[in-house]
Protein backbone atom coordinates (compact mmCIF):
# COMPACT_ATOMS: atom_id res chain seq x y z
CA UNK A 1 0.00 0.00 0.00
CA UNK A 2 1.35 3.25 -0.97
CA UNK A 3 2.56 5.97 1.61
CA UNK A 4 0.29 8.42 0.13
CA UNK A 5 -2.81 6.19 1.42
CA UNK A 6 -1.82 6.88 4.90
CA UNK A 7 -1.38 10.41 4.52
CA UNK A 8 -3.83 12.89 6.42
CA UNK A 9 -6.29 14.61 4.54
CA UNK A 10 -5.25 18.27 3.21
CA UNK A 11 -5.09 21.06 6.05
CA UNK A 12 -8.68 22.61 5.23
CA UNK A 13 -10.51 18.65 6.25
CA UNK A 14 -7.70 17.39 8.47
CA UNK A 15 -10.09 17.96 11.57
CA UNK A 16 -12.30 15.81 10.79
CA UNK A 17 -11.76 12.79 13.09
CA UNK A 18 -10.16 9.13 11.07
CA UNK A 19 -13.08 6.62 10.81
CA UNK A 20 -11.57 3.53 12.31
CA UNK A 21 -13.72 1.98 14.99
CA UNK A 22 -13.26 -1.18 17.00
CA UNK A 23 -15.50 -4.15 16.78
CA UNK A 24 -18.03 -4.43 18.67
CA UNK A 25 -17.75 -5.68 22.38
CA UNK A 26 -20.99 -8.19 23.92
CA UNK A 27 -21.63 -5.66 26.67
CA UNK A 28 -21.36 -2.72 24.86
CA UNK A 29 -23.91 0.28 26.50
CA UNK A 30 -26.05 1.60 24.04
CA UNK A 31 -24.33 4.89 24.31
CA UNK A 32 -20.89 3.48 23.85
CA UNK A 33 -22.59 1.95 20.63
CA UNK A 34 -23.75 5.16 19.05
CA UNK A 35 -20.27 6.94 19.70
CA UNK A 36 -18.16 4.52 18.36
CA UNK A 37 -20.11 2.59 15.97
CA UNK A 38 -22.84 5.13 14.58
CA UNK A 39 -20.08 7.32 12.48
CA UNK A 40 -21.38 7.85 8.91
CA UNK A 41 -24.61 8.78 6.84
CA UNK A 42 -27.79 8.66 9.24
CA UNK A 43 -26.02 6.67 11.86
CA UNK A 44 -23.17 9.16 11.80
CA UNK A 45 -26.74 11.86 12.15
CA UNK A 46 -27.95 9.85 14.77
CA UNK A 47 -24.49 10.29 16.93
CA UNK A 48 -24.63 13.78 16.60
CA UNK A 49 -28.17 14.12 17.48
CA UNK A 50 -26.59 12.36 20.79
CA UNK A 51 -23.86 14.88 21.16
CA UNK A 52 -26.30 17.70 20.40
CA UNK A 53 -28.64 17.22 23.08
CA UNK A 54 -26.23 16.22 25.75
CA UNK A 55 -23.43 18.76 25.15
CA UNK A 56 -25.53 22.30 24.08
CA UNK A 57 -29.58 21.64 24.03
CA UNK A 58 -29.41 20.31 27.94
CA UNK A 59 -26.63 22.35 29.88
CA UNK A 60 -26.96 25.46 31.77
CA UNK A 61 -30.67 24.80 32.13
CA UNK A 62 -31.37 25.27 28.12
CA UNK A 63 -34.85 25.02 27.41
CA UNK A 64 -36.17 21.72 25.02
CA UNK A 65 -39.42 21.79 23.25
CA UNK A 66 -39.98 18.33 22.28
CA UNK A 67 -43.10 18.03 19.00
CA UNK A 68 -44.48 14.81 18.10
CA UNK A 69 -45.76 13.58 15.56
CA UNK A 70 -46.18 10.14 14.23
CA UNK A 71 -48.13 6.99 15.94
CA UNK A 72 -44.92 6.78 18.73
CA UNK A 73 -47.22 6.30 21.83
CA UNK A 74 -49.23 3.27 20.39
CA UNK A 75 -45.48 1.60 19.75
CA UNK A 76 -44.82 2.12 23.74
CA UNK A 77 -42.44 4.89 23.26
CA UNK A 78 -44.51 6.65 25.55
CA UNK A 79 -43.39 4.50 28.49
CA UNK A 80 -40.21 3.52 27.33
CA UNK A 81 -38.80 7.03 26.50
CA UNK A 82 -41.19 10.11 26.63
CA UNK A 83 -41.47 9.11 29.90
CA UNK A 84 -37.88 8.52 31.51
CA UNK A 85 -37.29 11.98 29.61
CA UNK A 86 -39.83 13.98 31.18
CA UNK A 87 -39.03 12.96 35.04
CA UNK A 88 -35.11 13.51 34.32
CA UNK A 89 -36.23 17.33 33.20
CA UNK A 90 -35.37 16.49 29.96
CA UNK A 91 -38.07 17.99 28.47
CA UNK A 92 -39.73 21.16 29.21
CA UNK A 93 -42.88 22.02 26.88
CA UNK A 94 -44.28 19.91 24.66
CA UNK A 95 -46.56 19.60 21.20
CA UNK A 96 -47.81 17.29 19.97
CA UNK A 97 -50.43 15.75 18.11
CA UNK A 98 -53.83 14.32 19.37
CA UNK A 99 -53.63 10.88 18.03
CA UNK A 100 -49.91 10.50 20.28
CA UNK A 101 -51.90 11.82 23.64
CA UNK A 102 -55.72 9.61 22.49
CA UNK A 103 -53.61 6.63 22.33
CA UNK A 104 -51.29 7.32 25.79
CA UNK A 105 -54.51 7.11 27.45
CA UNK A 106 -54.76 3.40 26.61
CA UNK A 107 -51.59 2.97 27.98
CA UNK A 108 -52.69 5.19 31.40
CA UNK A 109 -55.89 3.10 31.54
CA UNK A 110 -53.65 -0.50 31.59
CA UNK A 111 -55.49 -1.50 28.53
CA UNK A 112 -53.52 -3.78 26.11
CA UNK A 113 -51.84 -3.23 23.03
CA UNK A 114 -50.18 -6.03 21.09
CA UNK A 115 -46.89 -6.04 18.94
CA UNK A 116 -48.24 -7.91 15.66
CA UNK A 117 -47.81 -8.00 12.46
CA UNK A 118 -48.63 -5.52 9.26
CA UNK A 119 -49.38 -8.66 7.45
CA UNK A 120 -52.73 -9.21 8.58
CA UNK A 121 -56.17 -9.56 6.62
CA UNK A 122 -58.02 -6.57 7.70
CA UNK A 123 -61.46 -7.03 6.62
CA UNK A 124 -61.44 -10.09 8.96
CA UNK A 125 -59.42 -7.76 11.67
CA UNK A 126 -62.88 -5.75 11.28
CA UNK A 127 -64.92 -8.94 11.49
CA UNK A 128 -63.03 -9.68 15.01
CA UNK A 129 -63.43 -5.92 16.35
CA UNK A 130 -59.82 -5.53 15.97
CA UNK A 131 -57.84 -2.18 15.37
CA UNK A 132 -54.25 -2.07 13.55
CA UNK A 133 -51.88 0.72 13.56
CA UNK A 134 -49.40 -0.58 11.25
CA UNK A 135 -48.47 -3.88 13.53
CA UNK A 136 -49.79 -2.68 16.20
CA UNK A 137 -53.23 -4.47 17.25
CA UNK A 138 -55.62 -3.48 20.34
CA UNK A 139 -59.23 -4.75 20.89
CA UNK A 140 -62.40 -2.18 19.26
CA UNK A 141 -63.09 -1.95 22.89
CA UNK A 142 -59.85 -0.36 23.71
CA UNK A 143 -61.41 2.78 21.54
CA UNK A 144 -64.76 2.57 22.91
CA UNK A 145 -63.66 2.68 26.55
CA UNK A 146 -61.37 5.10 25.62
CA UNK A 147 -63.99 7.78 24.21
CA UNK A 148 -66.22 7.10 27.17
CA UNK A 149 -63.39 7.95 29.99
CA UNK A 150 -62.87 11.38 28.01
CA UNK A 151 -66.30 12.84 28.05
CA UNK A 152 -66.98 11.20 31.60
CA UNK A 153 -63.91 13.20 32.59
CA UNK A 154 -65.02 16.52 31.20
CA UNK A 155 -67.99 16.76 31.97
CA UNK A 156 -66.42 17.70 35.51
CA UNK A 157 -67.02 21.55 36.17
CA UNK A 158 -63.25 22.56 36.35
CA UNK A 159 -63.90 21.67 32.10
CA UNK A 160 -66.82 24.04 31.38
CA UNK A 161 -64.96 27.07 30.31
CA UNK A 162 -62.74 27.70 27.23
CA UNK A 163 -58.98 26.81 27.93
CA UNK A 164 -55.91 26.90 26.28
CA UNK A 165 -54.61 23.00 25.41
CA UNK A 166 -52.20 22.77 28.11
CA UNK A 167 -54.46 23.78 30.56
CA UNK A 168 -56.73 20.57 29.21
CA UNK A 169 -53.77 17.98 29.23
CA UNK A 170 -53.30 19.25 32.44
CA UNK A 171 -56.86 18.79 33.96
CA UNK A 172 -56.79 15.61 31.65
CA UNK A 173 -54.02 14.47 33.09
CA UNK A 174 -54.96 14.93 36.66
CA UNK A 175 -57.36 12.60 36.09
CA UNK A 176 -54.91 9.66 34.32
CA UNK A 177 -53.09 9.80 37.06
CA UNK A 178 -55.86 9.26 39.75
CA UNK A 179 -56.66 6.49 38.04
CA UNK A 180 -53.01 4.77 37.25
CA UNK A 181 -52.74 5.35 41.36
CA UNK A 182 -56.12 3.84 41.86
CA UNK A 183 -54.73 0.88 39.23
CA UNK A 184 -51.58 0.65 41.07
CA UNK A 185 -49.58 1.78 37.84
CA UNK A 186 -46.73 4.09 37.54
CA UNK A 187 -45.15 6.10 34.90
CA UNK A 188 -47.89 4.62 32.41
CA UNK A 189 -48.60 7.81 30.79
CA UNK A 190 -47.31 10.62 29.16
CA UNK A 191 -50.21 12.59 30.17
CA UNK A 192 -50.38 11.90 33.75
CA UNK A 193 -46.38 12.48 34.06
CA UNK A 194 -47.32 16.06 32.42
CA UNK A 195 -49.24 16.93 34.86
CA UNK A 196 -46.78 15.37 37.68
CA UNK A 197 -44.14 16.93 36.08
CA UNK A 198 -45.70 20.72 35.19
CA UNK A 199 -44.87 20.56 31.60
CA UNK A 200 -47.80 21.93 29.30
CA UNK A 201 -48.31 19.87 26.40
CA UNK A 202 -50.17 21.70 23.51
CA UNK A 203 -51.61 20.23 20.31
CA UNK A 204 -51.92 22.29 17.50
CA UNK A 205 -54.94 20.67 15.77
CA UNK A 206 -57.23 19.79 18.71
CA UNK A 207 -60.01 18.81 16.93
CA UNK A 208 -58.19 16.64 14.41
CA UNK A 209 -58.20 13.40 16.76
CA UNK A 210 -60.39 11.10 18.68
CA UNK A 211 -60.11 13.58 21.66
CA UNK A 212 -61.25 16.31 20.00
CA UNK A 213 -64.00 14.26 18.21
CA UNK A 214 -65.41 13.33 21.63
CA UNK A 215 -64.97 16.92 22.85
CA UNK A 216 -67.36 18.22 20.03
CA UNK A 217 -69.50 15.46 20.38
CA UNK A 218 -70.45 16.63 24.49
CA UNK A 219 -70.61 20.11 22.79
CA UNK A 220 -73.73 18.87 21.32
CA UNK A 221 -74.67 17.79 24.93
CA UNK A 222 -74.30 21.73 26.19
CA UNK A 223 -70.97 21.15 27.07
CA UNK A 224 -68.96 24.67 27.27
CA UNK A 225 -65.74 23.37 27.21
CA UNK A 226 -64.04 25.09 24.33
CA UNK A 227 -60.21 24.79 23.05
CA UNK A 228 -58.34 28.89 23.20
CA UNK A 229 -56.20 28.53 20.38
CA UNK A 230 -54.83 31.86 20.58
CA UNK A 231 -53.91 31.25 24.29
CA UNK A 232 -51.99 28.76 22.68
CA UNK A 233 -50.02 30.55 20.27
CA UNK A 234 -49.44 33.45 22.68
CA UNK A 235 -48.54 30.98 25.43
CA UNK A 236 -45.90 28.93 23.38
CA UNK A 237 -44.77 32.13 22.07
CA UNK A 238 -44.45 33.02 25.70
CA UNK A 239 -42.21 30.17 26.68
CA UNK A 240 -39.50 30.94 24.50
CA UNK A 241 -39.91 34.78 25.16
CA UNK A 242 -39.36 33.59 28.97
CA UNK A 243 -36.37 31.70 27.70
CA UNK A 244 -34.72 33.72 25.61
CA UNK A 245 -35.35 37.03 28.06
CA UNK A 246 -33.88 34.92 30.71
CA UNK A 247 -30.65 33.85 29.18
CA UNK A 248 -31.48 30.50 28.37
CA UNK A 249 -31.34 28.91 24.99
CA UNK A 250 -34.10 27.56 23.32
CA UNK A 251 -33.54 24.09 21.71
CA UNK A 252 -36.29 22.25 19.20
CA UNK A 253 -36.29 18.46 19.70
CA UNK A 254 -38.69 17.25 16.16
CA UNK A 255 -39.92 13.97 16.10
CA UNK A 256 -41.65 13.30 12.88
CA UNK A 257 -42.65 16.71 11.66
CA UNK A 258 -46.64 17.59 10.48
CA UNK A 259 -48.19 20.56 12.24
CA UNK A 260 -46.21 20.18 15.84
CA UNK A 261 -43.29 21.14 13.99
CA UNK A 262 -44.43 23.77 12.64
CA UNK A 263 -46.50 25.39 16.05
CA UNK A 264 -43.14 24.98 18.13
CA UNK A 265 -41.25 27.08 15.41
CA UNK A 266 -43.74 29.23 15.02
CA UNK A 267 -43.07 30.78 18.15
CA UNK A 268 -40.37 32.63 16.86
CA UNK A 269 -42.14 34.31 14.11
CA UNK A 270 -44.70 34.87 16.58
CA UNK A 271 -42.00 36.71 18.72
CA UNK A 272 -40.27 38.76 15.59
CA UNK A 273 -42.90 38.50 12.88
CA UNK A 274 -46.10 39.62 14.40
CA UNK A 275 -45.20 41.13 17.83
CA UNK A 276 -41.83 42.91 16.66
CA UNK A 277 -39.91 41.71 19.32
CA UNK A 278 -35.86 41.73 18.63
CA UNK A 279 -35.19 37.77 19.22
CA UNK A 280 -32.46 36.03 16.48
CA UNK A 281 -34.15 32.46 15.90
CA UNK A 282 -34.03 29.27 18.63
CA UNK A 283 -30.72 28.19 19.10
CA UNK A 284 -30.79 24.05 18.49
CA UNK A 285 -32.65 22.22 15.98
CA UNK A 286 -32.64 18.03 16.23
CA UNK A 287 -35.35 16.62 13.71
CA UNK A 288 -35.48 12.90 13.38
CA UNK A 289 -37.83 12.33 10.49
CA UNK A 290 -38.48 10.21 7.27
CA UNK A 291 -39.63 13.26 5.44
CA UNK A 292 -37.70 14.50 2.39
CA UNK A 293 -36.96 18.34 1.49
CA UNK A 294 -37.44 18.46 -1.58
CA UNK A 295 -40.76 17.95 -1.81
CA UNK A 296 -41.59 21.33 -0.32
CA UNK A 297 -43.62 20.77 2.82
CA UNK A 298 -43.24 21.94 6.36
CA UNK A 299 -42.22 17.97 7.49
CA UNK A 300 -39.15 18.07 5.55
CA UNK A 301 -38.82 21.67 5.72
CA UNK A 302 -34.40 22.24 6.54
CA UNK A 303 -33.27 24.28 9.73
CA UNK A 304 -31.06 26.01 6.56
CA UNK A 305 -34.59 26.94 4.85
CA UNK A 306 -36.07 27.73 9.11
CA UNK A 307 -33.19 30.51 9.62
CA UNK A 308 -34.81 32.00 6.18
CA UNK A 309 -38.05 32.48 8.69
CA UNK A 310 -36.26 33.49 11.43
CA UNK A 311 -37.05 30.70 13.30
CA UNK A 312 -33.58 29.26 13.53
CA UNK A 313 -30.53 31.60 14.61
CA UNK A 314 -28.01 31.70 11.72
CA UNK A 315 -25.02 31.84 13.78
CA UNK A 316 -26.23 28.20 15.01
CA UNK A 317 -27.03 26.73 12.03
CA UNK A 318 -24.24 24.39 11.70
CA UNK A 319 -24.83 22.84 15.56
CA UNK A 320 -28.64 21.68 14.11
CA UNK A 321 -29.03 18.00 12.75
CA UNK A 322 -31.40 15.82 10.73
CA UNK A 323 -31.05 12.23 10.65
CA UNK A 324 -33.53 10.94 8.29
CA UNK A 325 -34.64 7.63 9.95
CA UNK A 326 -37.61 6.26 11.86
CA UNK A 327 -38.20 7.45 15.47
CA UNK A 328 -39.24 4.41 16.16
CA UNK A 329 -35.44 3.52 16.08
CA UNK A 330 -33.75 7.08 16.91
CA UNK A 331 -36.04 7.38 20.23
CA UNK A 332 -34.86 4.82 21.90
CA UNK A 333 -31.02 5.09 21.01
CA UNK A 334 -31.27 8.72 22.00
CA UNK A 335 -32.76 8.22 25.32
CA UNK A 336 -30.78 5.67 26.46
CA UNK A 337 -27.94 7.95 25.33
CA UNK A 338 -28.96 11.26 27.09
CA UNK A 339 -30.06 9.59 30.36
CA UNK A 340 -26.73 7.76 30.34
CA UNK A 341 -24.73 10.65 30.09
CA UNK A 342 -26.80 13.69 31.90
CA UNK A 343 -27.66 13.40 35.25
CA UNK A 344 -31.14 14.23 35.77
CA UNK A 345 -32.35 18.27 35.64
CA UNK A 346 -34.59 20.30 38.37
CA UNK A 347 -37.86 20.24 36.74
CA UNK A 348 -38.86 23.71 35.53
CA UNK A 349 -42.67 22.95 35.83
CA UNK A 350 -43.19 25.77 33.14
CA UNK A 351 -47.22 24.54 33.37
CA UNK A 352 -47.21 25.93 37.02
CA UNK A 353 -46.19 29.73 36.25
CA UNK A 354 -48.21 29.62 32.71
CA UNK A 355 -50.12 32.86 33.75
CA UNK A 356 -46.74 34.97 34.56
CA UNK A 357 -45.53 33.46 31.43
CA UNK A 358 -48.04 34.97 29.42
CA UNK A 359 -48.00 38.14 30.57
CA UNK A 360 -44.64 39.10 30.37
CA UNK A 361 -44.73 38.48 26.73
CA UNK A 362 -48.34 40.47 26.40
CA UNK A 363 -46.65 43.10 28.30
CA UNK A 364 -43.71 43.29 26.05
CA UNK A 365 -45.80 42.77 23.16
CA UNK A 366 -48.12 45.75 24.11
CA UNK A 367 -45.19 48.06 24.74
CA UNK A 368 -43.27 47.76 21.12
CA UNK A 369 -45.95 46.10 18.95
CA UNK A 370 -48.22 47.71 16.30
CA UNK A 371 -51.45 46.72 14.43
CA UNK A 372 -50.18 48.50 11.56
CA UNK A 373 -46.87 46.93 9.72
CA UNK A 374 -44.06 46.02 12.34
CA UNK A 375 -40.69 47.92 12.06
CA UNK A 376 -38.71 44.37 11.89
CA UNK A 377 -35.43 44.16 14.75
CA UNK A 378 -33.93 41.99 11.71
CA UNK A 379 -30.67 43.40 9.70
CA UNK A 380 -31.81 42.82 6.15
CA UNK A 381 -28.99 43.92 3.79
CA UNK A 382 -29.30 47.43 2.19
CA UNK A 383 -30.89 46.79 -1.39
CA UNK A 384 -29.12 48.56 -4.05
CA UNK A 385 -30.80 49.12 -7.24
CA UNK A 386 -31.29 45.80 -9.67
CA UNK A 387 -28.64 47.35 -11.88
CA UNK A 388 -25.86 44.67 -11.97
CA UNK A 389 -27.95 42.48 -10.56
CA UNK A 390 -27.56 38.56 -12.75
CA UNK A 391 -30.11 38.45 -14.87
CA UNK A 392 -31.42 34.44 -15.20
N1 LIG B 1 -57.22 8.42 16.55
C1 LIG B 1 -56.74 9.64 16.36
O1 LIG B 1 -57.06 10.56 17.07
C2 LIG B 1 -55.76 9.87 15.22
C3 LIG B 1 -54.98 8.83 14.71
C4 LIG B 1 -53.98 9.15 13.76
C5 LIG B 1 -53.78 10.47 13.34
N2 LIG B 1 -54.61 11.42 13.83
C6 LIG B 1 -54.41 12.83 13.46
O2 LIG B 1 -53.88 12.92 12.15
C7 LIG B 1 -53.02 14.08 12.06
C8 LIG B 1 -51.70 13.70 11.39
O3 LIG B 1 -50.96 12.85 12.25
P1 LIG B 1 -49.39 12.89 12.17
O4 LIG B 1 -48.92 14.28 12.18
O5 LIG B 1 -48.81 11.98 13.14
O6 LIG B 1 -49.19 12.38 10.68
P2 LIG B 1 -48.00 11.71 9.94
O7 LIG B 1 -47.96 10.28 10.29
O8 LIG B 1 -48.16 12.12 8.53
O9 LIG B 1 -46.66 12.37 10.52
C9 LIG B 1 -46.28 13.68 10.33
C10 LIG B 1 -44.87 13.70 9.81
O10 LIG B 1 -44.00 12.89 10.60
C11 LIG B 1 -43.31 11.95 9.78
N3 LIG B 1 -43.31 10.66 10.48
C12 LIG B 1 -44.42 9.94 10.82
N4 LIG B 1 -44.06 8.80 11.45
C13 LIG B 1 -42.69 8.81 11.49
C14 LIG B 1 -41.72 7.91 12.03
N5 LIG B 1 -42.06 6.76 12.63
N6 LIG B 1 -40.41 8.23 11.91
C15 LIG B 1 -40.04 9.39 11.32
N7 LIG B 1 -40.90 10.28 10.81
C16 LIG B 1 -42.21 9.99 10.88
C17 LIG B 1 -44.14 11.84 8.52
O11 LIG B 1 -43.31 11.66 7.40
C18 LIG B 1 -44.76 13.19 8.40
O12 LIG B 1 -43.87 14.04 7.74
C19 LIG B 1 -52.80 14.60 13.50
O13 LIG B 1 -53.57 15.75 13.76
C20 LIG B 1 -53.33 13.43 14.34
O14 LIG B 1 -53.88 13.86 15.59
C21 LIG B 1 -55.57 11.17 14.78
Not at 178 to 198: F, H, N, P, T
Not at 242 to 252: E, G, P, Q
Request: hydrophobic share 35%.
Amino acid sequence: MSASSKRPLSRKFAHYPRLNPLGVGRNISAADLVDQTMLAYNGGRLREACQLLTRKMLPEDGFVGLSLTGALTPAGLGKSCLIPLMKAGFVDWIVSTGANLYHDLHFGLDMHLHSGSPFMDDVELHREGVIRIYDVLFDYNVLLDTDAFVREVIQGPEFQRPMGTDEFHHLLGKYVSERGRRLGLKDSSVLAAAYECGIPIFTSSPGDSSIGMNVAAMALRDSRLMFDVNRDVNQTAGIVYHAKSTRHTSSVFILGGGSPKNFMLQTEPQIQEVMGIREKGHDYFLQCTDARPDTGGLSGATPAEAVSWGKVDPDKLPDSVVCYTDSTLALPLISAYVLSRVPPRPLKRLYDRRDAILDAVKTRYLKTGTVTKVTTSRKIAKRGSSVGLKKR
